[in-house]
């Protein structure tokens, strides 16, 4: 079946800091890929996506590309903020099941000044 | 324009007690989902109605959780007989009709506690 893969957190870093969150994903087929994220006391928003293999989605400085060839989606940022403090969610969207999403379980992300 | 919006924001329920969750989704939204998030766990999916079709409910994890959309707009989401493995946060999501994006935009939850 479908399933997606994240890094397990926390993720603690320093203001400036690189950010690398992983995301492999398993599905028939060529899913779309997303990332979610979802600030403190706040809803689940996307941050960005990609729906074809290479395929490289942005968004707020961030990144991620999608490649087929090591099932991977993963989520970096070139020097993170304070502002980035959240929860970041990796979700895939089966291209024959136009319908639910299938989520990773979360990475949450700590940057400190 | 608003968001998706839910309610309540929270909800504390005693076990066996039924609860009844509303989703207001984007206007003109067709599509619309439902799904529950456990603490410190990623969405799973729940339900899913286009327009007021039930079209898949393969999420629902027994016979006491029930939603409906009757008029293809404001959906609730009702858990009978709550359970302590019930609490969790509900969140109901819309999307656009056609085109190529599938973004679906995410109300604030619903936070249900089960005492």
């Known amino acids: 079946g479908n399933s997606v893969t994240q890094m397990e957190g926390p993720v603690t870093l320093s203001e400036e800091a690189f950010l690398t969150i992983n995301c492999t994903y398993t599905?028939?087929?060529?899913?779309?890929l997303f990332w979610y994220v979802q600030y403190p006391g706040e809803g689940l928003q996307l941050l960005l996506k990609?729906?074809?293999a290479d395929d490289k989605g942005s968004n707020k400085g961030f990144e991620a590309t999608y490649r087929k060839e090591t099932t991977s989606f993963h989520l970096e940022k070139g020097s993170v903020q304070v502002s980035d403090s959240a929860v970041y969610f990796c979700?895939?969207?089966?291209?024959?099941?136009?319908?639910?999403?299938?989520w990773g379980l979360g990475t949450s992300l700590a940057v400190n000044p | 324009g608003a968001g998706v919006s839910q309610s309540p924001r929270y909800k504390v329920a005693k076990r066996g007690q039924d609860v009844a969750l509303r989703c207001d989704p984007i206007?003109?939204?067709?599509?619309l989902f439902w799904y529950q998030q456990a603490l410190g766990q990623g969405p799973e999916f729940l339900t899913y109605?286009?327009?007021?079709?039930?079209?898949?409910k393969s999420g629902l994890p027994s016979d006491r959780f029930f939603a409906e959309r009757p008029e293809g707009s404001v959906s609730t989401l009702k858990i009978q007989r709550t359970q302590q493995e019930d609490s969790a946060v509900y969140l109901c999501?819309?999307?656009?009709?056609?085109?190529?994006?599938?973004?679906?935009?995410f109300g604030p939850g619903t936070r249900l506690t089960v005492t």
């Open positions: 999501a819309s999307r656009a009709p056609g085109g190529a994006s599938y973004e679906q935009y």
């Open positions: 206007s003109g939204h067709v599509s």
């Open positions: 109605f286009q327009n007021e079709a039930q079209l898949d």
């Open positions: 599905a028939t087929g060529y899913p779309s």
């Open positions: 990609a729906t074809k």
């Open positions: 979700a895939l969207l089966h291209a024959g099941n136009n319908r639910k999403l299938i």
